[in-house]
Protein backbone atom coordinates (compact mmCIF):
# COMPACT_ATOMS: atom_id res chain seq x y z
CA UNK A 1 0.00 0.00 0.00
CA UNK A 2 2.22 3.11 -1.53
CA UNK A 3 -0.59 5.35 -0.21
CA UNK A 4 -0.66 8.81 -2.74
CA UNK A 5 3.02 9.03 -5.13
CA UNK A 6 4.11 12.08 -7.23
CA UNK A 7 6.20 11.74 -9.95
CA UNK A 8 8.62 13.01 -11.00
CA UNK A 9 9.81 14.52 -7.84
CA UNK A 10 12.06 17.73 -8.81
CA UNK A 11 11.57 19.15 -12.28
CA UNK A 12 13.20 22.23 -14.17
CA UNK A 13 11.39 24.01 -16.79
CA UNK A 14 12.16 26.93 -18.88
CA UNK A 15 9.42 29.30 -19.40
CA UNK A 16 7.11 28.36 -22.00
CA UNK A 17 7.82 25.10 -21.62
CA UNK A 18 4.72 22.39 -20.74
CA UNK A 19 4.65 19.49 -18.24
CA UNK A 20 2.47 17.24 -16.42
CA UNK A 21 2.79 16.04 -13.11
CA UNK A 22 1.07 12.95 -12.13
CA UNK A 23 -0.45 11.15 -8.89
CA UNK A 24 -1.62 8.25 -8.29
CA UNK A 25 -3.29 6.77 -5.50
CA UNK A 26 -4.20 2.91 -4.15
CA UNK A 27 -6.19 3.67 -1.49
CA UNK A 28 -9.84 3.69 -4.06
CA UNK A 29 -10.27 7.54 -2.94
CA UNK A 30 -12.98 9.09 -4.22
CA UNK A 31 -11.58 12.76 -3.72
CA UNK A 32 -8.55 14.14 -5.27
CA UNK A 33 -6.91 17.64 -4.53
CA UNK A 34 -3.64 19.57 -6.49
CA UNK A 35 -1.99 21.91 -3.73
CA UNK A 36 0.68 24.20 -4.34
CA UNK A 37 3.14 25.54 -1.73
CA UNK A 38 5.11 28.80 -1.26
CA UNK A 39 7.64 30.08 1.51
CA UNK A 40 5.34 31.48 4.07
CA UNK A 41 2.46 30.45 2.85
CA UNK A 42 -0.37 28.23 3.46
CA UNK A 43 -1.25 25.37 0.90
CA UNK A 44 -3.47 27.11 -1.64
CA UNK A 45 -5.24 24.44 -3.55
CA UNK A 46 -5.47 25.11 -7.11
CA UNK A 47 -8.02 22.01 -8.66
CA UNK A 48 -9.83 19.41 -7.23
CA UNK A 49 -12.13 16.49 -8.39
CA UNK A 50 -14.65 14.53 -6.43
CA UNK A 51 -14.85 11.12 -8.69
CA UNK A 52 -13.36 9.65 -11.87
CA UNK A 53 -14.29 11.94 -15.28
CA UNK A 54 -14.80 15.28 -13.01
CA UNK A 55 -12.34 18.74 -12.07
CA UNK A 56 -13.18 21.59 -10.78
CA UNK A 57 -11.67 24.63 -9.95
CA UNK A 58 -10.25 25.71 -6.52
CA UNK A 59 -8.36 28.76 -5.03
CA UNK A 60 -5.45 29.21 -8.06
CA UNK A 61 -6.79 27.48 -11.29
CA UNK A 62 -5.06 30.21 -13.53
CA UNK A 63 -1.94 28.36 -15.18
CA UNK A 64 -3.00 24.79 -14.49
CA UNK A 65 -5.59 22.08 -16.51
CA UNK A 66 -6.60 18.44 -14.91
CA UNK A 67 -7.75 15.41 -16.25
CA UNK A 68 -9.16 12.50 -13.93
CA UNK A 69 -9.39 9.59 -16.50
CA UNK A 70 -9.20 6.56 -14.25
CA UNK A 71 -10.45 6.79 -10.36
CA UNK A 72 -7.00 6.14 -9.03
CA UNK A 73 -4.49 8.96 -10.99
CA UNK A 74 -5.33 12.78 -11.25
CA UNK A 75 -3.00 14.38 -13.04
CA UNK A 76 -1.55 18.33 -13.30
CA UNK A 77 -1.12 20.09 -16.46
CA UNK A 78 0.85 23.40 -16.80
CA UNK A 79 0.71 24.33 -20.32
CA UNK A 80 3.22 27.21 -20.53
CA UNK A 81 5.62 27.17 -17.32
CA UNK A 82 5.46 30.78 -15.85
CA UNK A 83 8.51 31.77 -13.48
CA UNK A 84 5.64 32.42 -10.93
CA UNK A 85 4.67 28.57 -10.63
CA UNK A 86 7.94 27.67 -9.54
CA UNK A 87 6.89 26.26 -5.99
CA UNK A 88 6.41 22.70 -4.61
CA UNK A 89 3.15 20.80 -5.78
CA UNK A 90 1.55 18.34 -3.36
CA UNK A 91 -1.39 16.09 -4.32
CA UNK A 92 -3.67 14.82 -1.56
CA UNK A 93 -6.57 11.84 -1.54
CA UNK A 94 -9.56 11.71 0.66
CA UNK A 95 -12.07 9.10 0.99
CA UNK A 96 -14.85 11.77 1.04
CA UNK A 97 -15.14 15.25 1.26
CA UNK A 98 -12.46 17.38 2.32
CA UNK A 99 -14.07 17.67 5.68
CA UNK A 100 -12.65 14.26 6.43
CA UNK A 101 -8.87 13.55 6.49
CA UNK A 102 -6.50 14.06 3.34
CA UNK A 103 -3.53 11.98 2.46
CA UNK A 104 -0.83 14.09 0.79
CA UNK A 105 1.94 12.79 -1.39
CA UNK A 106 5.93 13.73 -1.38
CA UNK A 107 5.34 16.77 -3.33
CA UNK A 108 6.88 17.81 -6.33
CA UNK A 109 9.61 20.91 -6.49
CA UNK A 110 9.20 22.62 -9.74
CA UNK A 111 11.98 25.46 -11.14
CA UNK A 112 10.95 27.12 -13.70
CA UNK A 113 13.09 29.45 -15.49
CA UNK B 1 -12.61 37.12 5.67
CA UNK B 2 -11.76 33.52 6.86
CA UNK B 3 -7.98 32.88 8.02
CA UNK B 4 -6.04 31.03 9.78
CA UNK B 5 -3.02 32.45 11.85
CA UNK B 6 -0.21 30.38 13.65
CA UNK B 7 2.29 31.18 16.09
CA UNK B 8 4.97 31.57 16.36
CA UNK B 9 6.64 31.36 13.10
CA UNK B 10 9.25 29.79 14.45
CA UNK B 11 10.65 28.24 17.30
CA UNK B 12 13.82 26.31 18.31
CA UNK B 13 13.64 23.63 21.80
CA UNK B 14 16.09 21.54 23.03
CA UNK B 15 15.37 17.92 23.31
CA UNK B 16 13.51 16.50 26.03
CA UNK B 17 11.39 20.12 26.75
CA UNK B 18 7.82 21.00 26.52
CA UNK B 19 6.71 23.01 23.83
CA UNK B 20 3.35 24.36 22.30
CA UNK B 21 2.05 26.26 19.16
CA UNK B 22 -0.68 28.50 18.69
CA UNK B 23 -3.43 28.75 15.96
CA UNK B 24 -6.13 31.26 15.79
CA UNK B 25 -8.44 31.15 13.23
CA UNK B 26 -11.86 33.36 11.80
CA UNK B 27 -13.22 30.67 9.48
CA UNK B 28 -17.32 31.20 9.71
CA UNK B 29 -19.04 28.26 9.70
CA UNK B 30 -16.35 25.52 11.37
CA UNK B 31 -16.92 22.22 11.27
CA UNK B 32 -13.66 21.06 12.39
CA UNK B 33 -9.84 21.40 12.85
CA UNK B 34 -6.71 19.68 11.97
CA UNK B 35 -2.98 19.41 12.53
CA UNK B 36 -0.82 18.22 10.29
CA UNK B 37 2.76 17.20 10.69
CA UNK B 38 5.36 18.06 8.13
CA UNK B 39 8.66 17.07 7.29
CA UNK B 40 11.13 18.69 5.73
CA UNK B 41 10.78 17.70 1.61
CA UNK B 42 8.01 15.38 2.74
CA UNK B 43 4.19 15.59 2.34
CA UNK B 44 1.79 16.53 5.37
CA UNK B 45 0.39 13.88 7.47
CA UNK B 46 -2.35 14.23 10.43
CA UNK B 47 -2.01 14.33 13.33
CA UNK B 48 -5.62 15.05 15.07
CA UNK B 49 -8.61 16.22 13.77
CA UNK B 50 -10.81 17.61 15.97
CA UNK B 51 -14.94 18.94 15.31
CA UNK B 52 -16.49 22.01 17.55
CA UNK B 53 -17.65 19.35 20.33
CA UNK B 54 -14.32 18.08 20.87
CA UNK B 55 -11.52 20.18 23.71
CA UNK B 56 -9.11 17.64 23.30
CA UNK B 57 -7.50 15.30 21.28
CA UNK B 58 -4.25 12.90 22.22
CA UNK B 59 -1.95 11.44 19.66
CA UNK B 60 1.03 10.11 21.59
CA UNK B 61 2.96 12.56 22.74
CA UNK B 62 0.74 15.28 20.95
CA UNK B 63 -1.86 17.23 22.51
CA UNK B 64 -4.35 19.20 20.36
CA UNK B 65 -6.63 21.69 22.30
CA UNK B 66 -9.65 23.28 20.64
CA UNK B 67 -11.75 26.33 22.14
CA UNK B 68 -14.49 26.97 19.77
CA UNK B 69 -15.62 29.94 21.39
CA UNK B 70 -12.74 31.98 21.25
CA UNK B 71 -11.88 30.66 18.15
CA UNK B 72 -8.31 29.33 19.45
CA UNK B 73 -6.30 25.62 19.03
CA UNK B 74 -3.29 24.87 20.63
CA UNK B 75 -1.18 21.32 19.58
CA UNK B 76 1.34 20.72 22.75
CA UNK B 77 4.31 18.76 22.29
CA UNK B 78 5.73 16.73 25.12
CA UNK B 79 8.97 15.29 25.79
CA UNK B 80 10.26 16.37 22.16
CA UNK B 81 12.45 14.23 20.42
CA UNK B 82 14.97 15.47 17.29
CA UNK B 83 12.31 13.68 15.05
CA UNK B 84 10.04 16.39 16.50
CA UNK B 85 11.38 19.38 13.92
CA UNK B 86 9.54 19.63 10.79
CA UNK B 87 6.45 22.12 10.18
CA UNK B 88 3.49 22.17 12.03
CA UNK B 89 0.16 22.92 10.18
CA UNK B 90 -3.30 24.31 11.65
CA UNK B 91 -5.95 23.97 8.95
CA UNK B 92 -10.05 24.46 9.77
CA UNK B 93 -12.47 23.19 7.38
CA UNK B 94 -15.70 25.38 6.43
CA UNK B 95 -18.42 23.50 6.06
CA UNK B 96 -20.51 26.02 4.69
CA UNK B 97 -17.63 27.08 2.23
CA UNK B 98 -16.75 23.39 2.10
CA UNK B 99 -13.33 24.54 1.69
CA UNK B 100 -9.86 24.11 3.53
CA UNK B 101 -8.22 27.27 5.18
CA UNK B 102 -4.26 26.65 5.75
CA UNK B 103 -2.40 28.40 7.72
CA UNK B 104 1.20 28.88 7.41
CA UNK B 105 2.71 26.85 9.62
CA UNK B 106 5.22 26.85 12.20
CA UNK B 107 8.61 25.69 11.88
CA UNK B 108 9.87 23.57 15.03
CA UNK B 109 13.73 22.74 15.79
CA UNK B 110 14.46 20.33 18.43
CA UNK B 111 18.29 20.61 19.05
CA UNK B 112 19.92 18.03 20.84
Keep these: NAGVTQTPKFRVLKTGQS ?30 SVGEGTTAKGEVP ?8 KKQNFLLGLES ?25 PGTRLLVL | KNQVEQSPQSLIILE ?25 GRGPVSLTIMTFSE ?36 VVFSGGYNKLIFGAGTRLAVHP
Excluded at chain 1, 27 to 37: D, T, V
Excluded at chain 1, 62 to 69: A, M, T, W
Aim: charged share 15%; hydrophobic share 25%; net charge neutral.
Design chain 1, 19 to 48: MTLLCAQDMNHEYMYWYRQDPGMGLRLIHY
Design chain 1, 62 to 69: DGYNVSRL
Design chain 1, 81 to 105: AAPSQTSVYFCASSYGTAKETQYFG
Design chain 2, 16 to 40: GKNCTLQCNYTVSPFSNLRWYKQDT
Design chain 2, 55 to 90: NTKSNGRYTATLDADTKQSSLHITASQLSDSASYIC
